[in-house]
């Protein structure tokens, strides 16, 4: 249920969907990007709780529990290699740009309430859903970049899933901080989430197959805009290496996503807080 950046330690699992990290799936997270990164090794781990819908449009949610950790190391000339709960991933970066590779994964659906691990965590899936089969969970690839600009970071990924509904995102956000004091620092962190038809029509669209075996009516989903976020971010130096994290995300599904007649609620909200130890 966690996503971990690769360049820097800090992660909460807040998707409210495990199948997308920025409604992320969503997975899925609150992070503080480090602006000197150091060389050599940095590790973490978490623990907290966490509460997200049973799955995207779902007018239920369910609360667990954050368990995870990140390893990277950052090389003088070659860049970060990183590797966490849910991906393993290369970036490069300077004071004002970063680009990287990843390899993560997609945790697919159930049409049931037994919402047991998959490929990335704990699937989403729902009783709700019964007859509308299974999304198997598939390896995702990434390529993701940021740049600063007038001191604002702004950042897109463009997601590609290897196998099952073979969909693609689109993410494209920013985030604003503030820093209250020294120990304490805020960030407001708005981002948009296109998808491809073939990942619209696996989460949203409903096949004359489905239909005849469910009470939904079948409906074809295109691509287009998927869903705005809207996530609060906190985060409080506890002692030395350690750190308190908060966040409430919101979520408005648009588009033909929105109008799916398996979504329940259009809007949806997911809140997290976990304690980071780094070492």
């Known amino acids: 249920m966690t996503t971990l950046n690769m360049r820097t330690f ?52 369910h609360t667990e529990l954050v368990l995870g950790g990140m390893a990277s190391y950052r090389t003088r000339e070659h860049g970060t290699f990183g590797l966490g709960n849910h991906g393993l991933g290369w970036s490069v970066d300077s004071q004002d740009t970063s680009f990287g590779i990843a390899l993560s994964g997609d945790a697919g659906r159930v049409d049931s309430d037994d919402r047991s691990s998959g490929l990335a965590g704990k ?20 390529v993701f970049g ?18 099952s509904h073979k969909g693609t995102l689109l993410d494209l956000a920013t985030a604003i901080p503030w820093r209250v004091n020294p120990r304490t620092t805020l960030s407001l962190s ?30 074809n989903a295109g691509a287009g805009l998927k869903g705005a976020e809207l996530a609060f971010g906190a985060e409080v130096e506890l002692a030395k290496n350690w750190q308190l994290q908060g966040q409430v995300k919101v979520e408005r599904l648009m588009g033909d996503a929105a109008r799916s007649p398996i979504v329940e609620r259009k809007t949806q909200v997911g809140t997290g807080l976990v304690v980071a130890y780094r070492f």
């Open 190 to 219: 708005p981002s948009l989430t296109w998808a491809d038809s073939r990942y619209n029509q696996a989460y949203f669209g409903v096949t004359a197959e489905q239909a005849a075996r469910t009470g939904f009516k079948a409906y």
């Open 123 to 142: 699937r989403p899936g729902s009783a709700r859903l019964a007859g509308m089969g299974t999304i198997a969970s598939t390896p995702v690839l990434a």
């Open 10 to 61: 800090a992660a909460i699992a807040l998707a409210l969907t495990a199948t997308s990290p920025s409604l992320v799936h969503a997975e899925d997270k609150a992070e503080t990007p480090s602006d000197t990164p150091a060389y050599g090794w940095t590790r973490a781990v978490i623990g907290g709780i966490a509460s997200r819908p049973d799955f995207e449009g779902s007018r239920t949610s």
């Open 146 to 163: 940021s740049v600063k600009l007038g001191g604002l970071p702004l950042s897109a990924s463009l997601r590609q899933a290897t196998g």
